[in-house]
């Protein structure tokens, strides 16, 4: 782990901060953008916009809107490129989030998913909640 605050952010995470803007969510959301850098991968940004389009999302929030803010969340991360793999979680869909923290050289990775927490420290990785992350860098 360096020392920089670079960052993964769980599509789940990402979504709320979507939907509810003065959410706990979105206020980490907010603190990593202002504070470090956030890190993605292409499958991490796919799975972010094929569950940000689902129809159930369009009560909510228009799709027009929902496509804009994914494209401007996706301009304001940096790339990782997998080269590690990791086959460690009970969803396998969860591993994903693990290579970009151990590709992406992560301080941390911000997750309501019980099975990710339960994992905390991953190689060096903090897992943590949108709230306990709040905890420690806001102010």
């Given at each position: 782990m360096t020392t920089e605050f670079r960052v993964v952010?769980?599509?789940?995470?990402?979504?709320?901060?979507?939907?509810?803007p003065q959410s706990k969510p979105s206020?980490?959301?907010?603190?990593?953008l202002r504070l470090g850098v956030l890190l993605?991968?292409?499958?991490?940004?796919?799975e972010l916009f094929d569950v940000v389009m689902r129809r159930k999302f369009d009560a909510y929030i228009s799709r027009d809107v929902r496509l804009e803010q994914?494209?401007?969340l996706a301009e304001l991360t940096e790339p990782v490129r997998i080269v590690r793999r990791?086959?460690?979680?009970?969803?396998?869909?969860?591993?994903k989030l693990l290579e970009i923290a151990v590709n992406g050289r992560a301080s941390h990775l911000v997750t309501g998913d019980s099975d990710l927490l339960q994992l905390d420290p991953f190689e060096g990785v903090?897992?943590?909640?949108?709230?306990?992350?709040?905890?420690?860098?806001?102010?």
């Open positions: 952010i769980d599509t789940n995470v990402l979504i709320s901060q979507l939907l509810r206020e980490a959301v907010r603190v990593v993605t991968s292409e499958e991490h940004l796919k994914v494209r401007r990791v086959r460690l979680c009970r969803d396998p869909s969860d591993d903090r897992i943590v909640t949108p709230a306990a992350f709040l905890l420690l860098y806001q102010g």
